[in-house]
């Protein structure tokens, strides 16, 4: 079974400063890596993910991904945050042969201005 | 194209009370998903349903929890007696079938059981 660590719980950054949120997982078999965030009173949002090929994922408002595979990581950045991104990140893991999701305990990302 | 829905948003019952949550998908997603996130913790996946069949169930906790997708669109999930330690958010998600795995789950915005 794989298991993600996020190794983060809160991350308090002030607006149009850059973000990086970590996550590490463990698995022994290949696996897809996903970002998902979760905005105050809604469901979970994917924000990119990997699932092959190049190692620099970019997602959407502007987040990117490396997954890095020696590491076993899979880092989130954001160069310039806005107060909007104020909102709650899981890293997740899936087998590349299965469905399920197993995801980390969340990053909390508080923007200041 | 409509979300994910769920019902109810929130739920308060006391222990040993039934409680039933609602999912309904995307149009046209076969495969349904529900997860728990239990008190602050990870979220953690309950089972998997293509149409109406059950694909995993490896999650689910114990036999209080049943879960149905009668005609393969909505499900539902019922706590049946309800314990304080079920407590949590329920997500329900729904994905596609052509790519498999690597199909994208969108979740709905899930529903907050507190047991008392």
């Known amino acids: 079974a794989q298991s993600v660590t996020q190794l983060d719980s809160q991350v308090p950054v002030f607006e149009e400063a850059p973000v990086e949120l970590r996550c590490n997982y463990s698995s022994s078999v290949s696996v897809y890596l996903f970002w998902y965030v979760q905005y105050p009173n809604q469901g979970l949002q994917l924000l990119l993910k990997y699932l092959s090929g190049s190692t620099l994922v970019k997602g959407i408002n502007g987040f990117e991904a490396e997954f890095n595979k020696s590491q076993t990581s899979f880092h989130l950045r954001k160069p310039s945050v806005h107060i909007s991104d104020t909102a709650e990140y899981f890293c997740?893991?899936?087998?590349?042969?299965?469905?399920?999701?197993?995801f980390g305990a969340g990053t909390t990302v508080t923007v200041r201005a | 194209e409509a979300g994910v829905t769920q019902f109810p948003s929130h739920s308060v019952i006391e222990k040993g009370q039934t409680v039933t949550l609602r999912c309904d998908p995307i149009s046209g997603h076969d495969n349904l998903y529900w997860y728990r996130r239990v008190m602050g913790k990870e979220i953690k996946f309950l089972l998997h349903?293509?149409?109406?069949?059950?694909?995993?169930e490896s999650g689910m906790p114990n036999n209080r929890f049943l879960a149905e997708r009668t005609g393969g669109t909505y499900s539902t999930l019922k706590v049946q007696p309800a314990e304080l330690e079920d407590s949590g958010v329920y997500f329900c998600?729904?994905?596609?079938?052509?790519?498999?795995?690597?199909?994208?789950?969108?979740f709905g915005p899930g529903t907050r059981l507190l047991v008392l």
């Open positions: 349903f293509v149409k109406e069949s059950k694909q995993d």
């Open positions: 997740a893991v899936s087998r590349s042969n299965d469905y399920k999701l197993s």
């Open positions: 998600a729904s994905s596609q079938t052509s790519r498999g795995p690597q199909e994208t789950q969108y």
